[in-house]
């Protein structure tokens, strides 16, 4: 099982970068689970044709109780993918952490991994604070892989930067390692040689080079990832470049 979690800073398209690649181990043929980790709860909104599933996190707080079937906190998306989304605490009380925490603990009772049995996982995770919940997937053993979504501006790459230093200090624990860089571009005035400098410097690879699209916009607007909505265009094919790399990986791992 491929177990990656997608860090980056808010707004710098981690989702797009996520849905799509859900999208394209689906259209490979894989069996998938997209998580979103994200208080927004927007992760898997175009897997749903803009239909959002109910967030855990709601969920607990208008049934006042916990489900009694994964179905009651997921929807089933595009390429059977099954979307769940953790949510967060109401606006203003509590920790936004706590509903990764509370989502992956009730998870696990409902044994969700070993009744759908997937081929990948995939957690959306916010990356401009990296601790407490947010460092689940990488601290808890739930992802094996990060992937760090950024582009060229300043913040973006502070924000990695951070990501990847979290990532660093468990990597005597046996817990998720970086795998590459996924380049989400913007534009900026010299955005790859900013964006490969900082991979360079911590020894990562760019795995996916993403350019800024009007396609993506264009379905995201009618609730569809472009890989859904045109597997044919330049930006879709590099989605499903980065999920046949991935996936042919893990396979020489775990042949």
Same mark, same amino acid.
């Given at each position: ?65 916990e489900p009694d079937d994964v179905a009651e906190i997921s929807k089933t998306g595009f390429g059977g993918v099954l979307c769940i989304e953790t949510g967060g605490p109401t606006p203003g009380l509590g920790c ?16 969700? *991994? #070993?009744?759908?049995?997937?081929? =990948? +996982?995939?957690? @959306?995770?916010?990356? %401009? $604070?990296?601790?407490?919940?947010? /460092? ?42 970086v795998r590459g860089i996924v380049m989400n571009r913007r534009n900026v005035p010299g955005e790859e040689e900013k964006v490969r400098a900082f991979a360079d410097a911590n020894g990562l690879p760019v795995v ?10 264009? *379905? #995201?607007?009618?609730?569809?990832? =472009? +890989?859904?909505? @045109?597997?044919?265009? %330049? $930006?879709?094919?590099?989605?499903? /470049? ?14």
């Open positions: 099982m491929l177990k990656l979690a997608v860090y980056g800073k808010g707004g710098i398209g981690k989702s797009t970068v996520t849905s799509n690649l859900a999208a394209a181990f689906a259209r490979l043929g894989k069996n998938v689970i997209q998580i979103g980790c994200d208080p927004k709860a927007d992760s898997t909104i175009n897997l749903l044709g803009g239909d959002p599933v109910i967030p855990v996190m709601n969920y607990l707080r208008e049934h006042d109780r936004a952490g706590r509903g990764i925490i509370t989502t992956f603990s009730l998870l696990e009772e409902l044994k969700l *991994f #070993e009744r759908r049995k997937p081929d =990948v +996982v995939l957690y @959306d995770v916010l990356g %401009d $604070v990296v601790c407490g919940g947010f /460092a689940a997937p990488i601290r808890e053993g739930y992802a094996s892989q990060v992937l760090i979504v950024t582009s060229g501006e300043k913040m973006a790459l502070y924000a990695a930067n951070n990501i990847y230093t979290a990532v660093q200090n468990f990597r005597d624990r046996g817990y998720a390692t996916a080079d993403i350019p800024r699209s009007d396609d993506i916009n264009r *379905f #995201e607007d009618a609730g569809r990832t =472009v +890989v859904e909505g @045109d597997p044919g265009l %330049d $930006v879709s094919r590099r989605f499903l /470049a980065l999920a046949e790399l991935l996936l042919n990986e893990e396979a020489e791992r775990n042949p």
